[in-house]
Structure formats: structure tokens, C-alpha cells
């Protein structure tokens, strides 16, 4: 069965190598977009064919909407796959395949919007019964109201962009006195980055664990999910260890938390693979936070214990195809452990590209490396720094910590500085080991570096 003949990734790096490779498996043609500096990716290499679709800057290719359409155009394509990044979660990039009679594969635009208003999704699971942390009923409009709610809920409070993402637009208030200035300050922040300066309160969870759930859903309105991750190891907002399962995951605790994923899910008429972010605190209260449209980077780890190729059921699901599994078909099997490599110092995590002289990635059992890099390959510096994501898994949590520390240690890199050293660190650190961290873990462990 082919599902398209014909598939354009409007993307770059390891996620184009993996929409690649699910396109291949599914019989179907492949075309690569790259930028001026791209020619030598190794998503070109692989490809059925590639076009350039502008210069180097992302805003002038990745991010061209009409040349990436042109390029669809051109080779025939039937359907884009847009990613993570870039284009992924634009509801006019959608549109704009739509009108070009392309299939977006990926959820519709009535979701990647409602996934980008975040105050709007909050509100709407709220009435759908998906407990949300207590605070705003959508959007506040200016210091009064968020006096008038902490009056109500008590401080802290966190101050959120309701178009947010990657920490911009955030402000915690610990003291009344804070107020106006956080709620001006959060406003001006989210107007210079989103253009928009929408925001909403939260009770500020101090200690949290950031798990989301990994959901697949059909045209027809079945939906199933695929167990949780643990993003919590971030830094800046940035996830740099994801693992799945959660190391205090016990059957009752992942019906829970599966069920109200395909609530969420469900209450939004969700369709195509997608993930729905919680807050768990300290005392397992689970909290609705975020949706996010799009194949996430830390996608693998899911794939790793279900045996569920996540992108090529993204691609079948486009196609209209029924979902082909029902929830008592996923079983998770082991754990999984993800760490993103990135071309950087390893201890000031600012960007190194330039070429990479040798590069031997590991392997052997439980182990799989999604990547972008070979040797002799130039790390353009225009992108993200991220270069390879080394995933193990086991049968056990510490099975996969011991395969990670020997797959790291086995990974030749020259040329470049990786995190790599930083990450064989924090597999040493005894809290992480016993599983023990929520989301302010990396901040202690630098703290107690110094
Ligand atoms: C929160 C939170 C505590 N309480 N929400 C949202 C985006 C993600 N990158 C971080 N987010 C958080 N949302 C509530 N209701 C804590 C975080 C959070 C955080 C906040 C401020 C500074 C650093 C942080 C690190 C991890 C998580």
C-alpha cells in the first residue's frame, strides 16, 4: 500500500534523515529542501531529489513559505512533512498547502492555532474537565486582575505568553510588590517575540516534573497514546535528557495520565500525532499544560519501548488512513533514555560549528543515533547546534543509564566540541541515577559544579 507517491520534507538536519527514512520504508518518493549552505547535508544525500530554496538565513528558505510551496510545485510532490521547527506549527504554512492543493501532514490549522494560544487551550480543557493548574480564566489584561486572582490562589504565581514558548514572556511573581512590574515586563517581552502580548496566570508549581504523553489520532475520532516521557532534565527551557518511562511510572499513574491526554485530545477534536504536556507536583496532582502540533525531537524514545514508528503513522494518518492500532495494542516494553548532542562548549553550551574532522558514532545493542553529522561535514552556524540525539534503551532504567554512559563513550566527535562530557556527567550524578530531579535539577547540579 503507498500512501503518496511523492513526500517534501520542509525541514533540515536529523529530522529530515528521519521523515527520510519513514518515507523509504513506506515506498514513498522523497524530496530534500536546503539552503545555499546545505548542498553537502547528508538529508540531501539521502533524498530522491533536492532543491534549493534560498540563502543560508532561515527566514530567507527554511521559513519561505512561497519558495517551499514553488519547490512542491515543481517535483510534484503530494504532501509536506513539516518537522519540528521552522514551519511545523504555522497555521498559514498549513493553509498555504492546503490552497496549493498539498496535504499538510500533520494536525489541521483549528489545532496548530489552538496549540499556539495558550491561554485559549488552558481555558478550553479547563471546560473540558482536564484539571489545569488554578489561576487565570484565559487571558489577564493588566495588573489588577492579576492582584484579584492572587488574592484568590495566594502567591507564587507564574505569569505566562499566551503565544509562549522557550521561556520568553515569563515572569514568577513571589511578592505582591512584584506585580505591575512582572506583568509589564512579561507583556513587553511576548510583544518583541510573538507580536503578541497576551498573557495568563498560573499558581506557580515550585517543584515540578515536566511528563507529557505521546497521543496518535485518526479523521475518525479514535485516539490512542503511547505512554509518557520525563522531560525534566532542561536547561533554559531547552530539554537536554528525555526518558520514557517516567522512573515513578506505575500502571495506575499511566492510565491517569494516558487518559487525560486522549481527553485533552478528544476536547479538541485532535487529529495526526501530538503531544500533550503536564505539570506533576510533588504530590502526583497532574496538571494539563501545553499541546504541542508537531513529531517531537524527543520522539524516539516513545518509538524505542512501543515499536511504534511515530512518523510513518503521521504520514499514514494524512493519508486518511484509520489508526491502526487500539490502546490495548501498545504495549511498553523497557526503558528508554534520549541525550541531544549539540555543537557546543560543553561547559558554557555556546555554539562551536566548523567542520567535523572524524565522526564514529556507537552502536551495538540498544543503542540508536539519529543524526545529520558525518565526517568531513561543516556544522553551518545559522541553525540550532543540535547534531545527533543518542537514544539507548534496556530492560531496566539503569540498563539504559549503562548503555548511554558506553554509547557516549564510544562516540568519536573530532573537529567540534560536543556536550557529549557534559552529559557523562550528569549520568554519574546519584540524584539523577535514583531518578530523583524535577525541573530545577540542572540549575543545582551547575551550582554545585562551581
Ligand atoms: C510552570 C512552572 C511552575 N508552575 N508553570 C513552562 C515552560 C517551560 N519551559 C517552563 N515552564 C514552567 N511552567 C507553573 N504553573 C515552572 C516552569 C519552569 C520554569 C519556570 C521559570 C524558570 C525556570 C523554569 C524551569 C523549568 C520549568
Redesign the pocket.
Known amino acids: 500500500m503507498s500512501f503518496f507517491r511523492k513526500i517534501l520534507i520542509a525541514n533540515r538536519g536529523e529530522i529530515a534523515v528521519r521523515v527520510i527514512r519513514a518515507c523509504r520504508e513506506l515506498g514513498i518518493k522523497t524530496v530534500a529542501v536546503y539552503s545555499d549552505v546545505e548542498k553537502d547535508s547528508l538529508h540531501i544525500k539521502l533524498a530522491d531529489e533536492a532543491i534549493c530554496i534560498g540563502p543560508a538565513p532561515s527566514i530567507q528558505s527554511y521559513l519561505n513559505i512561497p519558495a517551499i510551496i514553488s519547490a512542491a510545485e515543481i517535483t510534484d510532490a503530494e504532501a509536506i512533512h513539516p518537522g519540528y521547527g521552522f514551519l511545523a506549527e504555522n497555521p498559514h504554512f498549513e493553509e498555504a498547502c492546503i490552497t496549493s492543493g498539498i496535504t499538510f501532514i500533520g494536525p489541521s490549522t483549528e489545532n496548530i492555532r489552538l496549540g499556539g494560544d495558550k491561554a485559549k487551550a488552558r481555558r478550553t480543557m479547563k471546560q473540558k474537565g482536564v484539571p489545569v ?1 488554578p ?1 487565570s480564566d484565559g487571558t489577564v489584561h493588566d495588573e489588577k486582575e492579576v492582584r484579584k486572582i492572587i488574592k484568590k490562589i495566594g502567591i507564587p504565581v ?1 505569569i ?1 505568553a499566551s503565544a ?4 520568553k514572556g ?1 515572569r ?1 511573581v513571589y511578592d505582591e510588590k512584584e506585580i505591575e512590574n512582572a506583568f509589564h515586563m512579561a507583556q513587553r517581552e511576548a510583544m518583541a517575540a510573538f507580536g503578541k502580548g497576551d498573557l495568563y496566570v ?5 517543584e ?1 516534573r ?1 511528563i507529557e504523553v505521546q497521543i496518535l489520532a485518526d479523521n475518525r475520532g479514535n485516539v490512542v497514546h503511547l505512554g509518557e516521557r520525563d522531560c525534566s532534565v ?1 536547561r533554559r ?1 531547552q530539554k537536554l535528557i528525555e526518558e520514557s518511562p517516567y522512573s515513578f511510572s506505575t500502571p495506575r499513574f499511566r492510565k491517569k495520565i494516558g487518559d487525560l491526554a486522549v481527553k485533552a485530545a478528544r476536547a479538541m477534536k485532535y487529529r495526526n500525532a501530538g503531544t500533550i504536556e503536564f ?1 506533576v507536583d510533588n504530590n502526583g496532582n497532574i ?1 494539563f ?2 499541546i504541542n502540533t508537531r513529531v517531537q525531537v524527543e520522539h524516539p524514545v516513545t518509538e524505542m519501548i512501543t515499536g511504534v514508528d511515530i512518523v510513518k503513522e503521521q504520514i499514514k494518518l494524512a493519508a486518511g488512513e484509520e489508526l491502526s492500532y487500539k490502546q490495548q495494542d501498545i504495549k511498553l516494553t523497557g526503558h528508554s533514555i534520549e541525550c541531544r548532542i549539540n555543537a557546543e562548549d560543553p561547559e558554557k553550551f555556546i555554539p562551536c560549528p566548523g567542520k567535523i574532522i572524524s565522526f564514529i558514532p556507537p552502536g551495538g545493542p540498544g543503542v540508536r543515533v539519529d543524526t545529520v553529522a558525518y565526517s568531513g561535514w561543516v556544522v553551518p552556524s545559522h541553525y540550532d547546534s543540535l547534531i545527533a540525539k543518542v537514544i539507548t534503551c534496556g530492560k531496566t532504567r539503569d540498563e539504559a543509564i549503562t548503555r548511554m554512559r558506553r554509547a557516549l563513550g564510544e562516540f568519536i566527535i573530532e573537529g567540534i566540541n560536543t556536550t557529549i562530557p557534559f552529559y557523562l556527567k550528569i549520568l554519574d550524578n546519584p540524584d539523577f541515577l535514583a531518578g530523583n530531579f524535577n ?2 535539577f540542572l ?1 543545582k547540579f551547575n551550582n554545585n559544579k562551581k
Open positions: 493548574v489561576g507564574i505566562k509562549g514558548g522557550g521561556g515569563m514568577i498560573e499558581k506557580y508549581i515550585t515540578m515536566h532542561q527551557h505539570i496538571y499544560m501545553e525541573t530545577h540549575e
